[in-house]
């Protein structure tokens, strides 16, 4: 069964269209800025729940949709990153609240399929200019935080982003143990 899943959902990966504009050091972190494409998106927003509580349960409507719970009945295949916003209040904790933003697969852009889950919108989005820092491991809510400051840090005085939202990002499949890749985004203002 398992073979099934793995070969319908994350036999064909496709990553988000990107550009990187720079690459930069400071310190032990390293990051790049990224011109990320645009275009339709599938999303889930789950609020009133701490962050690795809302993704769990919005990842797998995100996963249903792609895997053809869909009006086409259709499996599209995965985009890597699947990306989330997260709503960092003044202490840079995170607010209860996430968004997941799934990239629609090139051959689907044009005419997404309708999601049969209510929870799950298309929506356009303009390309974003974004600082990235990655890293491994299974990420957590305090990862992605710690993460964040230290790609803050480094920036200081030298980029401006925006404080009041930041992208998590993961590329791998839950059952991939090993060399797993996270990010962070922050959107350049």
Excluded: H
């Excluded at 797998?60 to 869909?70: E, L, T």
Aim: aromatic share 12%; net charge negative; hydrophobic share 35%.
């Amino acid at each position: 069964m398992l073979g099934v899943i793995r070969n319908s959902l994350f036999g064909s990966v496709e990553t988000w269209p990107w550009q990187v504009l720079s690459k930069g050091d400071k310190g032990e972190v390293s990051y790049e800025e990224r011109a990320c494409e645009g275009g339709k998106f599938a999303t889930v927003e789950v609020t009133d729940k701490p962050v690795d509580e809302a993704l769990r349960e919005a990842m797998p409507k995100v996963v249903k949709y792609v895997g053809g719970a869909n009006d086409k009945g259709i499996g599209m295949g995965m985009t890597v990153p699947i990306s989330f916003a997260v709503f960092p209040s003044e202490d840079g904790a995170l607010e209860k609240k996430i968004k997941v933003w799934y990239r629609i697969p090139n051959q689907f852009q044009s005419d997404p399929p309708v999601p049969s889950d209510e929870g799950v919108k298309i929506e356009d989005r303009e390309g974003i200019t974004v600082y990235s820092r990655q890293f491994g491991g299974y990420a957590k809510e305090a990862d992605y935080i710690a993460q964040a400051a230290q790609l803050r840090t480094a920036l200081e005085g030298t980029a401006t982003y925006r404080s009041d939202i930041y992208f998590c990002t993961g590329y791998d499949p839950p059952m991939k143990p090993y060399g797993r890749r996270n990010e962070v985004w922050l959107v350049k203002t």
